[in-house]
């Protein structure tokens, strides 16, 4: 079945620094969805990427859908401690969402 | 965004009783509801898909005898866990999809089970 796989597992920076999680999948994805979960807190959906090659921006962060529609990223510029939690990617392919195991984000002030 | 609650939001029971977790979108008509479980510090588990009307679809190694879900409307789908053991202990999500564009789900908050 479909896998989705996410790197890294665990991310500790200094506040200030910049952090990007990545999101593989197995097969393509019709698109690819982004969500934080806080510690103690339930998935937030972030955004959605649809189109090959798309790159999206929210203030801070920076959302990459790759051209063969198979991988994606997330970076964070600049963290701050408000960026702490669990970051999740989720694809679509023929199937529900599909959920990669999160990157936790520490972050150090 | 729209809204998703779920109640209880914590329980503690004995082994051997049923558990029964529901889950409201509160302002959008949800036909399609998943239920997901989530160990500490572990990513979520699909467990089934709910379609109001219909039975739900479960994902593989998840006991639909076990697991009840009823989905009779579109705004609440309910999660039974029957006859609970320790291992049932988890937090419980469910999340109401949307067929607008983004096509994104919306989660609860989320139930605490403790089976002691």
């Known amino acids: 079945g479909q896998q989705v796989m996410q790197i890294p597992q665990y991310q500790h920076v200094q506040e200030g620094e910049d952090f990007t999680t990545y999101c593989n999948s197995s097969?393509?994805?019709?698109?690819i969805q982004w969500y934080k979960q806080r510690p103690g807190g339930h998935p937030v959906f972030l955004i959605q990427l649809v189109k090959s090659g798309e790159v999206k921006k929210q203030k801070r962060l920076t959302f990459q859908f790759g051209e063969a529609k198979k991988n994606s990223s997330l970076h964070i510029t600049a963290t701050q401690t408000t960026d702490v939690g669990t970051y999740f990617c989720?694809?679509?392919?023929?199937?529900?969402?599909?959920f990669g195991k999160g990157t936790r984000l520490s972050v150090i002030a | 965004g729209a809204v998703v609650s779920q109640h209880p939001s914590w329980v503690i029971c004995k082994s051997g009783t049923s558990v029964k977790i529901e889950c409201r979108s509160l302002?959008?008509?949800?036909?399609?509801m998943f239920w997901y479980r989530q160990f500490p510090k572990q990513s979520l588990m699909l467990m089934a898909t709910s379609n109001e009307g219909s039975k739900a679809t479960y994902e593989q190694g998840v006991e639909k005898d076990k697991f009840l879900i009823n989905h009779a409307s579109l705004t609440l789908s309910t999660l039974t866990v029957t006859s609970a053991h320790p291992e049932d202990s988890s937090f419980y999500i469910c999340?109401?999809?949307?067929?607008?564009?983004?096509?994104?789900?919306?989660f609860g908050p989320g139930t605490r089970l403790t089976v002691l």
């Open positions: 999340s109401a999809g949307t067929s607008g564009i983004y096509n994104e789900q919306f």
């Open positions: 097969t393509t994805l019709s698109n």
């Open positions: 989720a694809g679509r392919g023929n199937t529900p969402l599909v």
């Open positions: 302002d959008f008509q949800a036909t399609t």
